[in-house]
């Protein structure tokens, strides 16, 4: 399993940024894949879920309406589009096969800051 993330940088509040994960290794097209935000000291938070069809999506209750998640199977490429950002939300972003932390990649870190 390779996930790889980008797109993450510093951002002012209110702003937006698209992340993405290419995935490899394993059948991305069967998977469920989730993104997962992590601040040193604070417990892991799923932002969001997504199923292999992209029939079944879960939001963290904090980014619902903000934060959208969707996946190109074709292109084996899972992204998250975050909007009206906010300081809360800065954190390392993580892509996740499944919901195993254990089988995620390198992170992208996103700082929301003025």
């Known amino acids: 399993v390779r996930l790889v993330e980008s797109g993450g940088g510093l951002v002012q509040p209110g702003g937006s940024l698209r992340l993405s994960c290419a995935a490899s290794?394993?059948?991305?097209?069967?998977?469920?894949m989730s993104w997962v935000r992590q601040v040193p000291g604070k417990e892991r938070e799923r932002v969001a879920r997504i199923s292999p069809a992209s029939t079944t999506i879960d939001y963290l209750d904090s980014v619902k309406g903000r934060f959208t998640v969707s996946r190109d199977n074709a292109r084996s490429t899972l992204y998250l589009h975050l909007s009206s950002l906010k300081t809360e939300d800065t954190a390392m972003y993580y892509c996740?096969?499944?919901?195993?932390?254990?089988?995620r990649g390198q992170g992208t870190q996103v700082t929301v800051s003025s």
């Open positions: 290794g394993f059948t991305f097209s069967a998977a469920y």
């Open positions: 996740v096969k499944g919901t195993n932390w254990g089988e």
